[in-house]
Protein backbone atom coordinates (compact mmCIF):
# COMPACT_ATOMS: atom_id res chain seq x y z
CA UNK A 1 0.00 0.00 0.00
CA UNK A 2 1.16 3.70 -0.67
CA UNK A 3 2.80 5.79 2.33
CA UNK A 4 0.70 8.55 1.68
CA UNK A 5 -2.16 9.74 -0.14
CA UNK A 6 -3.49 13.09 -1.33
CA UNK A 7 -5.55 14.75 0.69
CA UNK A 8 -6.31 18.72 2.17
CA UNK A 9 -8.26 19.28 4.95
CA UNK A 10 -8.18 20.08 8.30
CA UNK A 11 -6.06 18.67 11.10
CA UNK A 12 -8.60 16.62 12.97
CA UNK A 13 -5.56 15.15 15.77
CA UNK A 14 -3.39 17.77 16.22
CA UNK A 15 -0.28 16.16 14.57
CA UNK A 16 -0.72 13.38 17.02
CA UNK A 17 -0.65 9.72 15.74
CA UNK A 18 -3.94 7.63 15.53
CA UNK A 19 -4.48 3.94 16.60
CA UNK A 20 -7.22 1.97 15.23
CA UNK A 21 -8.38 2.06 19.02
CA UNK A 22 -8.53 6.06 18.75
CA UNK A 23 -10.88 4.93 15.43
CA UNK A 24 -13.16 2.68 17.60
CA UNK A 25 -13.51 5.18 19.96
CA UNK A 26 -14.38 8.82 18.12
CA UNK A 27 -16.68 6.83 15.75
CA UNK A 28 -18.00 4.24 18.18
CA UNK A 29 -17.77 1.18 15.95
CA UNK A 30 -19.51 -1.95 16.85
CA UNK A 31 -15.90 -3.39 16.44
CA UNK A 32 -12.48 -2.64 14.28
CA UNK A 33 -10.86 -5.85 13.14
CA UNK A 34 -7.62 -6.11 11.57
CA UNK A 35 -6.48 -9.17 9.76
CA UNK A 36 -3.10 -10.59 11.30
CA UNK A 37 -1.08 -10.17 7.67
CA UNK A 38 -1.35 -6.38 8.70
CA UNK A 39 2.26 -5.61 10.23
CA UNK A 40 2.67 -3.69 12.60
CA UNK A 41 4.24 -0.48 10.73
CA UNK A 42 1.37 -0.85 8.32
CA UNK A 43 -1.13 -0.54 11.18
CA UNK A 44 0.34 2.18 12.65
CA UNK A 45 -0.12 3.92 9.23
CA UNK A 46 -3.17 2.60 8.03
CA UNK A 47 -5.12 3.30 11.90
CA UNK A 48 -4.38 7.91 10.83
CA UNK A 49 -5.00 7.35 7.32
CA UNK A 50 -8.50 5.86 8.12
CA UNK A 51 -9.25 8.31 11.48
CA UNK A 52 -8.66 11.17 8.83
CA UNK A 53 -10.40 9.58 5.62
CA UNK A 54 -13.43 9.22 8.34
CA UNK A 55 -13.42 12.48 9.75
CA UNK A 56 -13.23 13.86 6.47
CA UNK A 57 -16.09 12.01 5.35
CA UNK A 58 -17.98 13.21 8.59
CA UNK A 59 -16.69 16.89 7.58
CA UNK A 60 -17.98 17.19 4.03
CA UNK A 61 -21.27 15.41 5.15
CA UNK A 62 -21.73 18.51 8.08
CA UNK A 63 -22.70 15.33 10.32
CA UNK A 64 -21.44 13.94 13.70
CA UNK A 65 -19.49 10.76 14.79
CA UNK A 66 -22.60 8.50 15.01
CA UNK A 67 -23.37 9.24 11.25
CA UNK A 68 -20.17 7.64 10.57
CA UNK A 69 -20.67 4.30 12.72
CA UNK A 70 -24.73 4.38 11.93
CA UNK A 71 -25.09 4.46 15.75
CA UNK A 72 -22.79 2.21 16.69
CA UNK A 73 -24.09 -0.75 14.29
CA UNK A 74 -21.82 -0.80 12.00
CA UNK A 75 -18.16 -2.97 12.06
CA UNK A 76 -14.63 -2.14 10.58
CA UNK A 77 -12.83 -4.80 8.77
CA UNK A 78 -9.46 -3.97 7.07
CA UNK A 79 -6.74 -6.36 5.74
CA UNK A 80 -9.72 -9.28 6.58
CA UNK A 81 -12.40 -11.37 5.07
CA UNK A 82 -11.65 -10.32 1.69
CA UNK A 83 -13.03 -11.40 -1.53
CA UNK A 84 -10.47 -12.67 -4.46
CA UNK A 85 -10.63 -9.47 -7.20
CA UNK A 86 -12.53 -7.15 -4.92
CA UNK A 87 -10.83 -4.34 -2.87
CA UNK A 88 -13.44 -3.79 -0.43
CA UNK A 89 -17.05 -4.77 0.31
CA UNK A 90 -19.75 -4.30 2.63
CA UNK A 91 -21.75 -7.32 3.76
CA UNK A 92 -25.03 -6.71 4.89
CA UNK A 93 -25.71 -9.81 7.15
CA UNK A 94 -23.05 -8.62 9.64
CA UNK A 95 -23.11 -4.94 8.77
CA UNK A 96 -19.49 -4.88 8.48
CA UNK A 97 -17.81 -2.73 6.02
CA UNK A 98 -14.18 -4.30 4.65
CA UNK A 99 -11.10 -2.81 2.48
CA UNK A 100 -8.46 -5.37 1.27
CA UNK A 101 -4.65 -4.25 2.82
CA UNK A 102 -3.39 -3.15 -0.31
CA UNK A 103 -6.23 -2.82 -3.15
CA UNK A 104 -9.18 -0.94 -0.64
CA UNK A 105 -8.04 2.63 -0.39
CA UNK A 106 -9.97 5.05 -2.09
CA UNK A 107 -13.10 2.81 -1.64
CA UNK A 108 -14.25 4.05 1.87
CA UNK A 109 -16.91 6.29 0.49
CA UNK A 110 -18.38 3.69 -1.55
CA UNK A 111 -18.78 1.10 0.88
CA UNK A 112 -20.19 3.55 3.59
CA UNK A 113 -22.57 4.50 1.87
CA UNK A 114 -23.66 0.61 1.03
CA UNK A 115 -24.01 0.54 4.45
CA UNK A 116 -25.80 3.58 5.02
CA UNK A 117 -28.24 2.83 2.27
CA UNK A 118 -28.94 -0.36 4.36
CA UNK A 119 -29.22 1.22 7.31
CA UNK A 120 -31.46 4.02 6.42
CA UNK A 121 -33.74 1.20 4.43
CA UNK A 122 -36.29 0.75 7.68
CA UNK A 123 -36.19 4.17 8.31
CA UNK A 124 -37.65 5.14 4.68
CA UNK A 125 -40.06 2.44 4.11
CA UNK A 126 -42.21 -0.14 7.11
CA UNK A 127 -41.88 -3.78 6.84
CA UNK A 128 -37.96 -4.42 5.03
CA UNK A 129 -36.23 -7.68 4.70
CA UNK A 130 -32.68 -8.16 6.27
CA UNK A 131 -31.09 -7.38 3.22
CA UNK A 132 -32.63 -4.36 1.66
CA UNK A 133 -31.60 -1.32 0.48
CA UNK A 134 -33.28 1.98 1.00
CA UNK A 135 -32.55 2.61 -2.95
CA UNK A 136 -33.86 -0.80 -4.26
CA UNK A 137 -36.92 -0.24 -2.18
CA UNK A 138 -36.93 3.32 -3.73
CA UNK A 139 -37.93 1.50 -7.13
CA UNK A 140 -40.47 -0.26 -6.00
CA UNK A 141 -42.48 0.63 -2.79
CA UNK A 142 -44.85 3.63 -2.80
CA UNK A 143 -45.60 3.52 1.16
CA UNK A 144 -42.40 5.79 2.34
CA UNK A 145 -42.58 6.59 5.86
CA UNK A 146 -43.88 10.40 6.36
CA UNK A 147 -40.81 12.41 7.45
CA UNK A 148 -39.13 15.74 5.66
CA UNK A 149 -35.77 14.08 5.82
CA UNK A 150 -37.26 10.88 3.97
CA UNK A 151 -38.17 13.55 1.49
CA UNK A 152 -34.86 14.47 1.26
CA UNK A 153 -33.30 11.47 0.85
CA UNK A 154 -36.13 10.13 -2.05
CA UNK A 155 -35.03 13.39 -3.68
CA UNK A 156 -30.77 11.69 -3.56
CA UNK A 157 -32.57 8.62 -5.15
CA UNK A 158 -34.04 10.28 -7.67
CA UNK A 159 -31.92 12.54 -8.63
CA UNK A 160 -29.59 9.21 -9.12
CA UNK A 161 -32.11 6.89 -10.83
CA UNK A 162 -34.07 9.34 -13.05
CA UNK A 163 -33.13 12.06 -15.45
CA UNK A 164 -34.94 15.72 -14.66
CA UNK A 165 -37.96 15.23 -15.55
CA UNK A 166 -38.57 12.26 -13.37
CA UNK A 167 -39.90 10.22 -15.78
CA UNK A 168 -37.09 8.76 -17.56
CA UNK A 169 -33.91 6.50 -16.46
CA UNK A 170 -30.83 9.02 -15.91
CA UNK A 171 -27.60 9.25 -18.19
CA UNK A 172 -25.80 7.52 -15.41
CA UNK A 173 -28.23 4.28 -15.20
CA UNK A 174 -28.13 4.34 -19.63
CA UNK A 175 -23.96 4.36 -19.61
CA UNK A 176 -24.39 1.85 -16.42
CA UNK A 177 -26.78 -0.66 -18.57
CA UNK A 178 -24.26 -0.35 -21.33
CA UNK A 179 -22.01 -1.29 -19.48
CA UNK A 180 -22.72 -4.28 -18.31
CA UNK A 181 -24.74 -5.40 -21.33
CA UNK A 182 -21.00 -5.29 -23.00
CA UNK A 183 -19.70 -7.49 -19.85
CA UNK A 184 -22.29 -9.41 -20.12
CA UNK A 185 -22.83 -9.05 -16.29
CA UNK A 186 -25.92 -7.38 -14.01
CA UNK A 187 -23.48 -5.05 -11.82
CA UNK A 188 -22.87 -1.72 -12.42
CA UNK A 189 -26.70 -0.72 -13.08
CA UNK A 190 -27.84 -2.37 -9.79
CA UNK A 191 -29.65 0.67 -7.83
CA UNK A 192 -27.51 0.53 -4.83
CA UNK A 193 -24.08 0.54 -7.14
CA UNK A 194 -25.47 3.34 -9.04
CA UNK A 195 -26.18 5.26 -5.61
CA UNK A 196 -22.83 4.42 -4.21
CA UNK A 197 -20.74 5.53 -6.80
CA UNK A 198 -22.80 8.65 -7.25
CA UNK A 199 -22.22 9.51 -3.39
CA UNK A 200 -18.36 8.92 -4.60
CA UNK A 201 -18.87 11.91 -6.73
CA UNK A 202 -20.31 14.26 -4.42
CA UNK A 203 -17.68 13.20 -1.84
CA UNK A 204 -14.50 13.69 -4.57
CA UNK A 205 -16.53 17.31 -5.38
CA UNK A 206 -16.53 18.20 -1.75
CA UNK A 207 -14.13 20.50 0.44
CA UNK A 208 -11.82 17.82 1.56
CA UNK A 209 -10.12 16.03 -0.71
CA UNK A 210 -8.36 12.63 0.38
CA UNK A 211 -7.68 9.61 -1.90
CA UNK A 212 -7.65 7.36 0.75
CA UNK A 213 -11.60 8.43 1.66
CA UNK A 214 -12.49 8.49 -2.54
CA UNK A 215 -11.22 8.38 -5.84
CA UNK A 216 -11.46 8.15 -9.37
CA UNK A 217 -14.93 9.60 -9.95
CA UNK A 218 -13.69 11.85 -13.02
CA UNK A 219 -10.41 10.67 -14.65
CA UNK A 220 -10.57 6.76 -14.68
CA UNK A 221 -11.52 3.76 -17.18
CA UNK A 222 -14.71 3.81 -15.45
CA UNK A 223 -15.45 7.47 -15.46
CA UNK A 224 -14.75 8.02 -19.33
CA UNK A 225 -17.81 4.78 -19.77
CA UNK A 226 -19.83 7.49 -17.44
CA UNK A 227 -20.11 5.06 -14.50
CA UNK A 228 -19.94 8.24 -12.07
CA UNK A 229 -22.33 11.59 -13.02
CA UNK A 230 -20.95 13.97 -15.43
CA UNK A 231 -21.86 17.35 -15.93
CA UNK A 232 -25.64 18.96 -15.13
CA UNK A 233 -26.78 15.58 -13.92
CA UNK A 234 -23.38 15.67 -11.51
CA UNK A 235 -24.49 18.96 -9.91
CA UNK A 236 -28.05 18.10 -9.85
CA UNK A 237 -27.11 14.71 -7.53
CA UNK A 238 -24.87 16.67 -5.51
CA UNK A 239 -27.01 19.20 -4.75
CA UNK A 240 -29.60 16.34 -3.62
CA UNK A 241 -27.29 14.86 -1.50
CA UNK A 242 -26.08 17.75 0.22
CA UNK A 243 -29.46 19.35 0.66
CA UNK A 244 -30.26 15.87 2.64
CA UNK A 245 -26.98 15.20 4.98
CA UNK A 246 -27.21 18.83 5.65
CA UNK A 247 -30.35 18.58 6.99
CA UNK A 248 -29.86 14.97 8.87
CA UNK A 249 -26.26 16.61 10.34
CA UNK A 250 -29.02 19.42 11.56
CA UNK A 251 -31.11 17.36 12.75
CA UNK A 252 -28.10 14.61 15.10
CA UNK A 253 -26.58 17.86 16.28
CA UNK A 254 -30.09 18.95 18.18
CA UNK A 255 -30.90 15.22 18.92
CA UNK A 256 -27.92 15.37 20.62
CA UNK A 257 -27.87 18.82 21.74
Sequence with gaps: MPTTFYRRGPDH????????????????????????????????RSAGLFYDALCDLMTNLGGTEPLISLRGTLALQYGIGGRPGVSAHYTPATRSFALAKNAGPGSIAHEWFHAFDHYIADKLFPGVAKGDFGSRLWLTREDPISHPLNDRLQACYRAVLLDATGNQPSDLFRASASADKAAGVHYYSQPEELCARAFEAFIQDAPCKNAFLVKGTKETEEARLGLYPQGEERTRINAAFQGYFQSLGTALRRSEG
Design 13 to 44: RAGAPATFLDVRRRFNFRSVEIGRWVTEPEKQ
